[in-house]
């Protein structure tokens, strides 16, 4: 079965600071996906960035990017420039090609936002 | 944000009703989810369905139950609620096709069973 551990509880940055969220995971297949969602308090989760694990290289959008390294079945989130908005739940997620998209989420890591 | 919408939002009943959280969304997204997500933890996958008349249980056991008559809507029915029942239940659809097509999550019900 597909794991997906996230080791850190609570993270904590200052505004316009870079913080680095981690992910890990677990699994046999070679196709999959990994995806990270960002979950404000009361508020939908909205997917934040995908990667395809076909894709060596790693995903970006805006101020948020991805360190992808397959073999070590790491996906960190990086987080540059970071706004209060930001502050939420985030979660690291898998989902093996042959699922339809069926999501396993970690445990999430909650980012605070100081000034 | 996404159209995709559940009620209620919040809702707190007795021991032994019957319960249940609608979910619509507007996209036209063949595909449907139902997550469970304890205060703090990570989601769960209850049920899921492709389409109209499909529908699979998820990778976490539930004793709740859903549907799929029309495209746009995907009810979960707790026919007996106890309190091991409450959590927060999470609504979400996505396109058909690949699986990296983006899942959208609606704002999710609150249950407390008392």
């Known amino acids: 079965a597909q794991t997906v551990t996230q080791s850190q509880p609570e993270m904590s940055v200052q505004e316009a600071e870079t913080v680095t969220l981690s992910c890990t995971y677990d699994t046999s297949e070679s196709d999959y996906y990994l995806f990270w969602y960002k979950q404000p308090p009361s508020r939908q989760m909205i997917l934040v960035i995908r990667q395809e694990a076909y894709k060596q290289q790693n995903a970006t959008e805006n101020r948020f990017s991805v360190n992808f390294q397959k073999a070590a079945k790491s996906f960190s989130l990086k987080i540059s420039d970071s706004q209060l908005g930001d502050a939420a739940m985030y979660f690291c997620?898998?989902?093996?090609?042959?699922?339809?998209?069926?999501?396993?989420f970690g445990t999430g890591t909650r980012l605070q936002v100081t000034l | 944000e996404a159209d995709i919408y559940q009620t209620p939002r919040y809702l707190v009943i007795g021991t032994g009703k019957k319960i249940t959280l609608e979910c619509s969304q507007t996209m036209g997204h063949d595909k449907m989810y139902w997550y469970q997500q304890d205060p703090g933890m990570e989601l769960h996958l209850i049920h899921y369905?492709?389409?109209?008349?499909?529908?699979e249980k998820g990778d976490l056991s539930s004793e709740s139950t859903v549907s799929r008559i029309r495209t746009e809507h995907f009810p979960l029915t707790l026919e007996s609620a106890r309190p091991s029942h409450t959590s927060q239940y999470l609504c979400a659809s996505s396109a058909a096709g690949g699986t990296g097509n983006t899942i959208y999550f609606g704002e999710g019900s609150w249950l407390t069973v008392v």
């Open positions: 369905s492709y389409g109209v008349n499909s529908t």
């Open positions: 997620a898998y989902a093996y090609s042959g699922t339809a998209s069926k999501l396993t």
